[in-house]
Structures are given as structure tokens and as C-alpha cells.
């Protein structure tokens, strides 16, 4: 990209888009759209009823930079600090895992199946950016909620989520490692989490992108299921009865996430959620 040239919205589109194609990003058009959107704070609209419009000097140094970062395996909703899941914006950084397509999936339907149920009281483990619980909350308009992590960075984003979708009276924040940060007899009528489930040796293989997010919401030990003994160790302690769990699991863990919660002998009526790619994404069971 030569800076003494005159690059319009249209031909910068143009040429970001045939850049990231070369660097085999999987989609170059749309990732070309919304970082110049950001840069030119702008809707993606925008960018065609007003393509011949003039990116200035300024403009263009930032989004080069942003072009280059994208390269270097930055995801573009870390680069511009935000992402939408389940109709709503969500703010995020390279502190956070960000919110993706196949988890709405399964908070799409555990919703369908809870958003007319009366005073619930739900917790949710690892809550990252708090994209699951806020999500949850605002569709079920009944429901309050504890959300966990063990990072400071993670409870600050979530902070502001909470803050910018107004449900600072809804949800609780906390910070603790997992179950250590309920109290004892603390009860819920439903647990979420979306657990680090990449076996350690799988990281080095994973897209850019992910690799860029941080290691402690991607590794989930030597085989991919430390969180999930976790999880059925502990999660009937804190479930009224006929309290639902709701986890996400990665690709070939489902049936054996729903075996090791079947095996408690706490947990019925076991529901495996495919995602968009039909893959199996989530178990879902009830707390007898």
C-alpha cells in the first residue's frame, strides 16, 4: 500500500480485501469492512453509499497498523474491542475469550427452554466477558446471577458489560478459581460454563487468532477435561433440585463429558446441543 497514493473507501476495500485473501484469512471481505469502520467510525453501510469518499492521512496510518496486526493473528473484534453475540455488543481484549457463533447455539436454546421460568437465581463459571450470563439475563427477564473468574482482566470487562446492558442489579461479580468462589450452601437454579477444554499439546496447532487469546480460557490440561471433573465434582452441591447444567465441550468430548456427569448419579435428562456446523457443542442436563 503506497500512503502518497489516493485511496478511496472503495479501493481500500478493494485492496485490503485481495491482502488478506493472499494471507488466507477465511473471510477477507468482511474483516476488511469492519476494521475500516472502526477507523472511519462509521456503520459498514456506510462504506457503500459514500465509497468514493477520501481516507485521510491520519485514517490510513491507523488502519495499516490494523492491517498488519490482523497479519500477525489478531482477531478483528480484539483489534477493534468489541463483538456482537446473541444480538447484543459486546466490549472485548486480547484478555478475554471472544464470544463466538457456536456458543449462541446452546445459550440459544437453554434460554428457549428457561425464559419463562419465575425468580432465577444462575451462576456462571469462568464467565470471561460475561457475554453468557449478561446474554442470559436479558432474555430472562425473571433471572439474577453470580458470574466467576479467576482473572482480573476478565471481571473488568465483564464489569463493563454488565454496566453497559444496565443489569448492574442482576448480576454479581466475583473473582475465585472455579466452585471456590461459591459460598457453602449457595444454591442456583442453573450453572453455565464454557470451560478451557483445548488438550495442552493441541494449542501450538490452533488458528492465530485463537492463540492470540489468553492460555488460561483455551487449556484445558492433558486431555482437554480437567475442568469438567471439576465441574462433576462439584456442580450437584450447588443445584437445587431440578436446576439445570449447561457446559460447552469441544469437538469428539460431548459423550464423554455427559458419561462423567451420568457417572455422579446427580444428573437426568442429559440434552447434547449441536452447534451450526452440527457439531455437538453442549451438554445440558437437570439436577435430580
Partial sequence: MVEKEIWTIKKLLNWTTEYFKKHKLETPRLDAELLLSYVLKKTRIYLYTDFE???????????KKLIQNRINGFSVATLIGEKDFMGFKFFVNDKVLIPRPDTETWVEKVIQIHKNDIELFVADIGCGSGAIIC???????????????????????????????????????????????????????GIFS?????????????????????????????DGLNFYRKIAENAEKFLNSGG?????????????????????????????????GNIERAVYCIRK
Fill in 53 to 63: 469518499q477520501i481516507v485521510n492521512k491520519n485514517e490510513l496510518k491507523e488502519f
Fill in 135 to 189: 446474554s442470559f439475563l436479558k432474555y430472562c427477564k425473571n433471572a439474577k446471577g453470580v458470574g466467576i473468574d479467576i482473572s482480573d482482566d476478565a471481571i473488568e470487562i465483564s464489569k463493563k458489560n454488565i454496566k453497559n446492558l444496565s443489569l448492574e442489579n442482576r448480576i454479581e461479580l466475583r473473582k475465585g478459581d472455579f466452585f471456590n468462589a461459591l459460598k457453602k450452601g449457595e444454591k442456583f437454579d
Fill in 194 to 222: 464454557n470451560p478451557p477444554y483445548i488438550p495442552t499439546d493441541d494449542i501450538e496447532f490452533l488458528q492465530k487468532e485463537v492463540k492470540n487469546e489468553p492460555l488460561i480460557a483455551l487449556d484445558g490440561g492433558k
Fill in 244 to 276: 439445570f447444567l449447561a457446559v460447552e465441550v469441544g469437538i469428539h468430548q460431548s459423550l464423554i463429558v455427559k458419561e462423567m456427569f451420568e457417572s455422579t448419579g446427580y444428573f437426568t435428562d442429559f440434552e447434547i446441543i449441536k452447534d451450526y
